[in-house]
């Protein structure tokens, strides 16, 4: 600082890095947020992302939303979860039956 600066107003390098921090971890709320808004993940794999968003306070949430942006982009992930294991076929029993609700429509 010189002889004739202010020592209440931040210098130049003070705002840059004060802004950056904002900036950081408002990337992390964000990204903490939208983990917890994810309905098709299991519990541990979820601690294992915010494990690693915490840990990691740039690279844990850009790689968040990167597989976020792929798991939106292919759907693999939703279709795999939200599927009924109890809801049965019933055109998987015979090619009778599936001709017969195909031809009603079904």
Do not use: H, Q
């Not at 599927?83 to 195909?102: H, I």
């Amino acid at each position: 600082m010189g002889a004739g600066a202010n020592p209440t107003i931040p210098s130049v390098w003070e705002i840059y890095v004060l802004s950056l921090g904002v900036v950081l971890v408002s990337l992390v709320i964000v990204t903490v947020l939208s983990l917890a808004w994810t309905k098709n993940l299991a519990p541990a794999t979820k601690l294992l992302w915010l494990l690693i968003i915490l840990a990691l306070p740039l690279i844990g949430p850009l790689g968040w939303l990167l597989c976020l942006y792929r798991i939106r982009r292919t759907g693999s992930a939703s279709k795999a979860r939200t599927a009924d294991p109890t809801r049965v076929d019933p055109t998987a029993a015979s090619p009778e039956l599936k001709t017969r609700f195909n031809a009603k429509g079904f």
